[in-house]
């Protein structure tokens, strides 16, 4: 059953027409399935042990070759693949459930079963992956037709609440400059943060009429419309349902203040809705500037995938081909109507936008993803807001899978209640990641019994899983995230995430929309309070260790157990430490982030009238980074204009001033400032911004692929050279803080020895 036909045509892979005639039956995944039982039949009726390994082995070594092979990510070989590896992880889920759950005590079963289930989750999340990923789409932008007069009007809404005004200046002046007839865009600020409630209120009140003011200054200044409201009910999806009473357009653009828009952005998008009357979202990628904070503090590349990289451009092609791309909040287009007519955006749980989706998708509407990046956004700066931003995603869509769990939602196919109930049961990660690190302690430290295997039998079932799982993440996801990094990612999370989702488990309708803060700086560097958890489990590895190596020497007959509990006691410990690196915030001065750009740009030197051609290496709103190809006596603060020309054809002239200089294999390298004000703003943001060839252009760099083992291990050892700084400052700051306080109680408790010996000397002298 394909619920929008005309969405799935524009497969890259037109040759061959898997999306409509192989994927859908569900005779395909019957036989994939049927195979993969048989197969695993066959092994266990006729092999012993030995045997099994090496068939494990066997099918491992060919899942690595079909990985290194460029020519089977096509299929049939793409498919030979996945019934590859489905065969390993399969088996190992056989052998871990009907071999390996062996009762020896109340307390021992307990901790073996949240092994085992935490176990069973990551298999199931593995197998969800595996389907979500087995065909992704790359919808290509819907041309619009050449009569303008026929082009669907677009809202663009821009909501915000206690945001910097100058974050906000920035995407309007962006938005107001975006390609589509000027009689069919409207721009609006909602503005949140100026409420009647917030004006009226003693604690915020002045805060609330000087951004009221500032706001709609700068939206009259720049051509926008200014909205505010009585009060705050809902957060953002109130803010925006009130907008929708006000508006009239065909569509709404729906950016976040700090999603700065390409001028292209509606002319790749809105061409869709006159292609497919029942689609109610276009999404687009989110881009960012600047890397999330873990990226930044463990030092991690600025070539690297981001960590968003992953979803935007692997899991939601793949979700694409189900129909099943969701609203993420910002950089997405929707229909007026349906959203109008489904209530306005949803407001029951804090993930307002995926629930949103939920919601049209269950009306039988249809939505489409262009992974192409049209805006320039920022991520948290600081670790703590980081994990505030993973909280409102874990909560948001542990509420959906509790509320309105998708298995059981009427009016979705079955292959769209598989890809929501995966993007929901994700975020349970942090229990298993819990449970994982907290397993081998219970055994060496405790001795409970939670696992109960040989080496033999870790060599042929256990270990070859593990290793397939890492293939398949290279496989699927190569390209957009660095082997090793997801271990990372949710190891930092895990620990913080864990009492908000089991809040929201027992409690759904307690969690309350919190904003992420952007645009922070961080004056110097220091290491985050929050690494105290990580510091806890990593002595608590570090003692299971020890442990061990008594145990080794006191229970000679539970060997193979002991050495299993410790690999993954120094497993543990590894990643721990490698997490330590996250939590050391690195300084972050800069209003503007530069980042890394690539382009030719001519400099004009109007003292001498001579222009020198030169590439662009760097660019922020402020300045920009040239190479002159020839060596040039520039005089620093001497005034320049920069030329250039977009992807568009558009030229731009920017005055400029040369702020450094320095000579280099016989090429001039120039940091020049831009003449930022009032009148030459528009121009600068059009020319930093406006351009989405300069982000596709920098994550098609990203997304080189890297095989190298070099490269992985080189990585590890920096990161964990960062964890162990962060680990080695921690010590110290500890020691230093509490070597005073050591003091102040040494001096008081001789105080009070003093005042006894005194008492008692005179108690002695009394008749």
Not at 492 to 502: E, S
């Amino acid at each position: 059953m394909d619920p929008s036909p005309a969405l799935h045509t524009e497969s890259p892979h037109k040759d061959i027409p898997f999306s409509e005639n192989v994927l859908r039956p569900a005779a395909f995944y019957g036989l994939l399935t049927g195979g993969v039982v048989l197969v695993i039949y066959l092994l266990d009726r006729f092999l012993n042990v030995p045997a099994e390994s090496t068939f494990s082995w066997g099918f491992l070594i060919v899942a690595i070759i079909l990985n290194r092979r460029a020519s089977f990510g096509n299929a049939p070989g793409r498919f030979l693949f996945i019934f590859t590896v489905a065969v390993i992880s399969f088996r190992y889920f056989l052998w871990r459930t009907f071999d390996t759950l062996i009762y020896t005590g109340p307390l021992d079963m307990i901790g073996m079963l949240l092994i085992y289930l935490a176990e069973c989750y990551s298999l199931t999340i593995h197998f969800l992956g595996m389907f979500i990923s087995l065909w992704p789409l790359e919808s290509k932008p819907a041309p619009l037709p050449d009569d303008p007069s026929v082009y669907p009007s677009v809202d663009i809404l821009i909501p915000t609440y206690t945001e910097d005004p100058e974050i906000i200046k920035l995407t309007v002046t962006a938005a107001m400059q975006i390609d589509y007839p000027r009689d069919k865009v409207n721009v609006y600020v909602l503005d949140d943060g100026s409420t009647d409630s917030r004006r009226s209120a003693p604690e915020t009140s002045t805060a609330a009429w000087e951004r009221y003011y500032e706001l709609r200054r700068i939206a009259r200044d720049l051509g926008a419309r200014y909205l505010t409201r009585e009060n705050n009910e809902h957060a953002k999806a109130g803010n925006i349902n009130h907008a929708l009473t006000k508006i009239s357009g065909d569509l709404l653009l729906l950016l976040d203040c700090d999603h700065v828009p390409a001028r292209d952005i509606l002319k790749n998008t809105a061409g869709w809705f006159l292609k497919d009357p029942k689609l109610f979202l276009v999404q687009t990628p989110h881009f960012f500037i600047n890397t999330t904070t873990v990226e930044k503090n463990i030092g991690s590349f600025s070539n690297a995938p981001g960590e968003n990289d992953m979803f935007y451009h692997a899991i939601q092609p793949g979700m694409d081909l189900w129909n099943s791309a969701y609203f993420c909040g910002s950089a997405a287009v929707l229909r007026r109507q349906f959203l109008v007519d489904a209530g306005g955006i949803a407001g029951e749980t804090i993930t307002e936008d995926a629930e949103t989706s939920l919601r049209l998708h269950n009306k039988g509407y249809n939505s489409v993803y262009i992974d192409r990046p049209m805006i320039c956004g920022l991520s948290p700066e600081t670790f703590g807001d980081y994990i505030v931003q993973r909280t409102r995603w874990a909560q948001g869509m542990v509420q959906i899978f509790v509320l309105n769990n998708p298995l059981f939602a009427k009016g979705l196919s079955w292959e769209q209640k598989m890809c929501y109930f995966n993007a929901c049961f994700f975020w349970l990660f942090c229990l298993a990641r819990f449970t994982f690190y907290l397993g081998p302690g219970l055994f060496l430290i405790l001795g409970q019994k939670v696992y109960h295997a040989s080496v033999a039998q870790i060599v042929a079932y256990a270990l070859p899983h593990v290793l397939s799982v890492f293939t398949v993440m290279d496989f699927f996801y190569g390209r957009y995230r660095r082997r090793f990094f997801s271990e990372i990612y949710e190891s930092v999370q895990a620990l913080f995430l864990t009492p908000a989702v089991i809040s929201a488990i027992f409690n759904p309708r307690k969690p309350k929309f919190k904003i992420t803060p952007k645009g922070k700086t961080v004056d110097h560097e220091y290491l985050n309070p929050m690494a105290t958890v990580f510091f806890m489990i990593c002595l608590l590895n570090l003692i299971g260790i020890g442990f061990a190596a008594v145990k080794w020497v006191a229970y000679p007959l539970f060997r193979d157990v002991i050495f299993i509990a410790f690999v993954w006691c120094l497993y543990n410990l590894l990643l721990g430490l490698i997490t330590l690196g996250a939590f050391w915030e690195r300084q972050q001065l800069r209003q503007h982030h530069r980042v890394r750009s690539k382009g030719s740009v001519d400099v004009y030197f109007p003292d001498l009238d001579r222009t020198i051609p030169g590439t662009i290496h760097d660019l922020s709103l402020t300045g920009i980074g040239v190479e002159l190809n020839d060596l040039f006596p520039a005089l620093l603060g001497e005034d320049v204009r920069v030329e250039a020309t977009d992807s568009y054809g558009i030229r731009h002239n920017l005055i400029s001033r040369i702020r450094s200089r320095r000579e280099q294999a016989g090429r001039t390298h120039m940091g020049i400032e831009f003449a930022l004000d009032d009148r030459t703003y528009p121009d600068i943001v059009n020319f930093v911004y406006g351009d989405s060839k300069r982000w596709a252009d920098i994550l098609a760099d990203r997304f080189k692929p890297v095989h190298s083992i070099r490269f992985t291990s080189r990585d590890l050892y920096h990161f964990m050279l960062r964890g162990a700084r962060g680990s080695a400052e921690r010590i110290a700051y500890l020691a230093k803080s509490a070597l005073p306080t050591a003091r102040i109680r040494l001096h008081a408790l001789v105080l009070r020895l003093q005042a006894y010996h005194a008492r008692m000397k005179r108690s002695e002298s009394l008749p």
